[in-house]
C-alpha cells in the first residue's frame, strides 16, 4: 500500500455506487487528469454505431404494435420460445421491484457474493435475505436469485444445474430468477432462455451493456406467458421508450455488428488481461466486458489508478476486489498502460 | 345516428385503449385516408424543438448528479417545494403500481369517470375499488385518486378542497393521489404540488403531454421526502433515461416556451370550438389539450371522422362521449374543418 494511500480516508468505502458516475469519480479524485478514462462499469466501450432518429420516436406514444415487434426480436435474438415470454422494459433495473413481488414474502437465497441490488430489491419487497455460495442452497427458498455469467467475478454456472433448481423450485412453489445480463458476451450454450417455458424461472437480459447503449434504458425479462403478463400489467403500457424501441429493433436485428462485436470484446479482454500480467497483477477472472481483481492490493491499485484519471469499481464489501473495464479508444489504452507501468515501479505489500 | 353506422358492428366497444395508435385506427378504418390525422390523445402537436443529442446520453449511465438537477428543475417549475420531494420517473404510468402499494391493500376511491389505468392499477395491487361522483366521498378511502384537470371531461376541482381532504385522510392513515398530467395548460392556481410538504398527497405531472414528448417516457412524482424516498427506492439507479433526462432539463427550464405555447394551445383550442359549434355539436368541455363532448351523436360522429381519416378517442365505458386532440398544421385543420363540414350536411338523430 502506498504512503499517500495510508494517508487518507478510505476511498473504496466511499464508492458505495454501481460505477459509472464520473462525478463520483471527480469527487474522490480531484486532482486526477482530464477526461476521466471511466472503467468503473461493463459496459462495451464501442456502443452500436448512433443514427438518425424519427421526430415520432420523441413525440408521439409508443406503438403498442412496435412493442410487440420488438418482443419479437428478442425472443429471437435470446432464444425465447416466442414474443409472448417477452417483457420489454426500460433498463432490467426497473422490473426487479416487480419480480420480487411475483412470489409471496418469505426467504429469497441470492447466489453471491454479486450484484448488490437484487438483495436491496428483495428486501424492499419483504423477502428475508440470503447470501448463498452454491446454487444447491437456492433450492428451499421462495425466491432464488443468481447472475450469470456472475457480476463482478465471472463465475459461470452451467445450464443444466439452473434448469433443474428451477423445476425443483417450481415444486414448491418458488420462482428462480436468473440475471443474464453479461450472457451476451459468452457462448450462448449457458443460457437458460430457452427453458422458461417450463415454468418457475424469469430470465433478465440487459441491452445497455453489450451494445454499448446503457442511457437509452432497455432490458427484457424472458418468463412463461402467465407470468410475463403479470409483469406487463405492472408496467402498464409505454413501458419502452421511442428511441429504446428503435434502436432495440435495429440493434437486436444486427446479427453481423453482433458478431464482430464479440469477437472485438474477446480480442479486448484479452488484451487487458495482458497488460494487468505485465504489472505483476494476479490472474484475473470475469467476462469480456469487464475483469476482475482479488488480491490485498486492490485498493491501493485503485487510489493509483484514480490518481492517474482512471476510475475503476471497487466494492465496500469487497475491499480486496476490483473491477475493471474496458478502454475504449487507443489513447484511452496508452493512458492505462502507462499508469500500469508507473503502479508496477512502485513499493507494493 | 347514419346508415353506415348500424349496418358495421360497434367500432366503439373496439377502441378500449388510451388513444395515440394509428395501428389501432388503421384497423378499425382501413378505407380511411392516409395520412391519418391523430386526434385521439391530448398530446400538444407542437413538440418542443428537437435538438441534437450528445452520444453519451445514449451510450453512458445517466449521472445521479444530473438527475438531480433534474427534479430541481422539476420542483422550480412544478412549485414543489424542493427537489427532495420530486421522484423522476420513465413516464407517471409506471410510478402507478409503485404509489398504490404506499399504502396497504384495502379500500381505493377515485372520483371519476377518469382515466382508467388508476383503477386497473389500485386493483391490481390489491384494493377494492370503487368510483365516487364527489371529492367528499374520498374520506373513508386508504387511497383516494382525483385527476385534476379530469381526464377526459376537464372537471377542475380547486385546491382547498384537495389540500382539506388529503389532510382528512391522513389523520385516518390514507394517501390521496392527484394526478396533475394536464395542470400544465390550466392556471397554476388550482395545483397542489406547493401543498406536499403536509404530507398525505402525491402528485402527478406528465412531461409528455404539454411538451409534446410523449415518446421520451418522463413524469414526476412530487411528494413529501420519506415518501419520496420510498418510490425512489422502488424505482432504483437510472430510472430516467439520456435522452428523456436532457429534454427534461431543458424543456422545463425553458420558460419563455411554456409561455407561449400555453396562449398558442389556449388560441387552438378556442378554435376548434368554434369548428365544433359550426357543425352544430353541443358546448364542449376539457381542457386547452383536447375537448370533451357528450351527446347521443357521439359513436355516429366517431365513425364519421375516422372514415375520413380523422382518429378521435371512444371510451367503451361512456359510449356517448367522444375526446377530439387538437390538429397540428394547417392541413390537418383544414381536413378537420372538412370532414365536420360533412357530417353536418348529414342526417343526424
Known amino acids: 500500500m502506498t504512503t499517500d494511500m495510508e494517508a487518507k480516508p478510505n476511498p473504496v468505502a466511499a464508492v458505495a455506487d454501481h460505477g459509472g458516475s464520473l462525478e463520483r469519480a471527480r469527487a474522490l479524485f480531484p486532482q486526477a487528469p482530464e477526461p476521466w478514462v471511466d472503467l468503473s462499469t461493463g459496459i462495451n466501450p464501442h456502443s452500436y454505431p448512433l443514427f ?18 420488438l418482443a419479437g426480436q428478442a425472443a429471437a435474438a435470446y432464444g425465447a420460445p ?106 450462448d450454450t449457458h443460457s437458460v432462455a430457452g427453458d422458461i417455458g417450463q415454468g418457475g424461472l424469469v430470465v433478465l437480459r440487459s441491452f445497455g451493456k453489450f451494445f454499448g447503449l446503457a442511457g437509452i434504458r432497455l432490458g427484457f425479462a424472458l418468463t412463461a406467458e402467465p407470468l410475463a403478463e403479470k409483469l406487463k400489467d405492472e408496467l402498464g403500457p409505454w413501458a419502452v421508450s421511442g428511441p429504446a424501441l428503435e434502436y432495440g429493433l435495429k440493434a437486436l436485428g444486427d446479427s453481423d455488428w453482433q458478431r464482430a462485436n464479440r469477437q472485438r470484446l474477446e480480442v479486448d479482454a484479452a488484451r487487458l488481461d495482458r497488460l494487468l500480467a505485465a504489472a505483476g497483477l494476479p490472474q484475473s477472472t470475469g467476462t469480456a466486458l469487464f475483469r476482475f481483481l482479488r488480491f490485498a492490493g486492490a485498493p491501493a491499485l485503485f487510489d493509483h489508478l484514480g490518481r492517474h484519471g482512471i476510475m475503476t469499481r471497487a466494492f465496500s464489501a469487497m475491499p480486496n476486489a476490483l473491477r475493471i473495464g474496458l478502454p475504449g479508444s487507443e489513447s484511452e489504452w496508452k493512458r492505462l498502460a502507462a499508469a500500469l507501468e508507473s503502479y508496477r515501479g512502485e513499493p507494493h505489500e
Open 52 to 69: 438518425d432518429l424519427p421526430a415520432t420516436a420523441f413525440a408521439r406514444l409508443p406503438e403498442p404494435a412496435r412493442l410487440d415487434e
Open 82 to 187: 416466442s414474443s409472448h415470454c417477452v417483457v420489454p422494459a426500460p433498463g432490467t433495473q426497473s422490473l426487479l421491484a416487480h419480480i420480487a413481488r411475483l412470489v409471496a414474502p418469505g426467504r429469497a437465497r441470492i447466489l453471491g457474493p454479486t450484484y448488490a441490488e437484487h438483495a436491496r430489491v428483495a428486501a424492499l419487497a419483504g423477502h428475508r435475505v440470503e447470501e448463498v455460495g452454491d446454487i444447491a442452497a437456492l433450492e428451499g427458498a421462495d425466491l432464488g436469485i443468481l447472475v450469470n455469467p456472475n457480476n463482478p467475478d465471472g463465475r459461470m454456472t452451467a445450464r443444466e444445474p439452473i434448469v433443474d433448481m428451477a423445476a425443483r423450485m417450481q415444486g414448491r412453489g418458488g420462482l428462480l430468477v436468473v440475471d443474464e445480463a453479461f450472457m451476451d458476451v459468452t457462448s
